[in-house]
Nanobody
Framework: QVQLVESGGGLVQAGGSLRLSCAAS????????MGWFRQTPGKERELMTT????????YYADSVKGRFTISRDSAKNTVYLQMYSLKPEDTAVYYC???????????WGQGTQVTVSS
């Protein structure tokens, strides 16, 4: 049974920081790419960042580049999203996901709410 379980969301003031975790279980993800998405009402789901589990290669969207960092701990089978300098526009439900194909994200977490107040 493959699962991605997210945690770490909450309420933070603008300029603050937050660390999200995504605990993966049920299989090895060494051949997968992991990603973090976010979504707000009225907006398209946004891919923020990805990491290739095996190589550690990363990608960042312009909206989060320089502020967010994705990482993984292979021993714990966990992916992290460290967020700094948070802005009210970062308010969203944040999801982790995994894929082993170029476009289809096969596994998804349940989502965790991040709210940034001004």
């Amino acid at each position: 049974q493959v699962q991605l379980v997210e945690s770490g969301g909450g309420l933070v003031q603008a300029g603050g920081s937050l660390r999200l975790s995504c605990a993966a279980s049920g299989r090895t993800f060494s051949t997968y790419t992991m990603g973090w998405f976010r979504q707000t009402p009225g907006k398209e789901r946004e891919l923020m960042t990805t990491i290739n589990w095996n190589s550690g290669s990363t990608y960042y969207a312009d909206s989060v580049k320089g502020r967010f960092t994705i990482s993984r701990d292979s021993a714990k089978n966990t992916v992290y999203l460290q967020m700094y300098s948070l802005k009210p526009e970062d308010t969203a439900v944040y999801y982790c996901a995994a894929r082993n194909q170029p476009t289809w994200w096969k596994y998804w977490g349940q989502g965790t709410q991040v709210t940034v107040s001004s």
